[in-house]
């Protein structure tokens, strides 16, 4: 599974994806989990974002999804930063 970093999640992680292999059919906080437990920046970065009361954006073949969402094999998930704006 690709998993894709857009905006600030991008500087932060020096790339613009990394390939990630599941055992199977997992949720998107299950992989947002294992993303934290092997990428130190990451999970600062969510740290912050849930201390804010915010959350980051998550998008899986390009449609919105919530961290409940299963994921299949195959499935590429982009990671966006919150925005803010008017």
């Given amino acids: 599974m690709k998993v894709r970093f857009f905006g600030i999640l991008r500087d932060f992680a020096g790339v613009e994806s990394v390939d990630v292999v599941l055992g199977g059919s997992v949720k998107v906080k299950e ?3 294992l993303l934290s437990s092997k990428l130190s ?3 600062d970065f969510l740290k ?3 201390k804010a009361n915010i959350s980051i954006i998550i998008l899986v073949n390009d449609h919105l999804v919530n961290e409940e969402y299963l994921l299949n094999e ?3 998930v982009t ?3 919150p925005a803010a704006g008017g």
Wanted: aromatic share 14%; hydrophobic share 45%.
């Fill in 31 to 33: 992989l947002l989990n």
């Fill in 41 to 43: 920046w990451f999970n």
């Fill in 48 to 50: 912050n974002v849930e």
């Fill in 74 to 76: 195959g499935d590429e």
């Fill in 79 to 81: 990671l966006l930063p």
